[in-house]
């Protein structure tokens, strides 16, 4: 992303930008966590700042955001990355709570795990719910060939 800012942001020739890196830009991992102990959920994404999780249950109907709190742990020597993480360290929700869960779709219907939109302030997030693709229906004046059907999509606001 850098790379991109650059060619596009570049000052003209012969003059300079003050710039600052973000603090966390190039923080590199100190330790790695493995077969950690999480809830039935597909992961989404995060949103841009950092701060939540978008998810949805297995069965494709429920929103589920998480809030990211990190894990913390005390330590009294000097060098504290030569430790062993304590045994929480393998649990979800050492690094995520829960915010809230909303179910979006009925029975008949899935989210679309590929349409998510959000304002810059996280206040909203509009979401879409869709019948079941019909692989075989027979293609409708304009439609093109070969294209799953959907007979209804539906759009939901979130805050």
């Keep these: 992303a850098r790379v991109f800012e650059r060619q596009i942001l570049s000052p003209r020739p012969g003059t300079s930008v003050h710039s600052t890196r973000r603090f966390y830009e190039n923080i590199v991992p100190s330790h790695t966590i493995y077969d950690v102990e999480c809830p039935d959920i597909i992961f989404r994404k995060f949103s841009d700042d950092g701060q939540y999780l978008i998810t949805f249950s297995r069965n494709n109907q429920e929103l589920i955001v998480y809030r990211t709190t990190w894990l913390s742990f005390p330590c009294r020597e000097h060098d504290c990355l030569d430790h062993d993480l304590p045994p929480k360290a393998n649990k979800f929700d050492s690094f995520f709570t829960q915010l809230y869960s909303v179910t979006l779709s009925s029975s008949s219907e899935l989210i679309h795990k590929d349409f ?26 304009g439609a093109v060939q070969g294209i799953p059907s959907i007979e209804k999509i539906t759009f939901h606001l979130v805050r």
Excluded: C
Excluded at 120 to 133: D, H, I, M, P
């Design 116 to 141: 998510f939109l959000y304002n810059e302030k996280n206040q909203f997030g509009l979401f879409a719910t869709s019948s079941a693709q019909i692989q075989d229906a027979p293609a409708v004046r």
